[in-house]
């Protein structure tokens, strides 16, 4: 029904800036929140930032408010993730994922895992000292 790949991700020097992507194909994620995790070797997977449908509310994990930036464009059925001042812990394999269904009116309840059905590949960001 929906199907999401991710994109953007590479090696970077402490302080610089990526810019991941996330194009849906599919069934529209229009009217549903969407979300970024990432994942570290040995780590569990973690919540990084997640957006209302709209685009008009956002959530951020403490430990990249303020240097990342989750935004999307319904018409490209697109979302991204901005990334800044990157730091040598922000090395990750870094997911996109939607929910199977919207229910809830805050992307405050989409920080966890389990609130979310379809995940895509994965995207390596590696960032050296």
Avoid: H
Avoid at 17 to 32: H, I, K, P, Q, Y
Avoid at 49 to 59: E, F, K, P, V
């Amino acid at each position: 029904q929906v199907q999401l790949v991710e994109s953007g991700g590479g090696l970077v020097q402490a302080g610089g800036s990526l810019r991941l992507s996330c194009a849906a194909s599919g069934r529209t994620v229009s009217r549903r929140p969407m979300g970024w995790f990432r994942q570290a070797p040995g780590q569990e997977r973690d919540f990084v930032a997640a957006i209302s449908w709209s685009g008009g509310s956002t959530g951020y994990a403490d430990s990249v408010k303020g240097r990342f930036t989750i935004s999307r464009d319904n018409a490209k059925n697109t979302i991204y993730l901005q990334m800044n001042s990157l730091k040598p812990e922000d090395t990750a394999l870094y997911y996109c994922a939607a929910p199977r269904t919207s229910t809830y009116s805050s992307v405050t309840y989409y920080t966890a895992g389990n609130e979310y059905y379809y995940w895509g590949q994965g995207t390596q960001v590696t960032v050296s000292s």
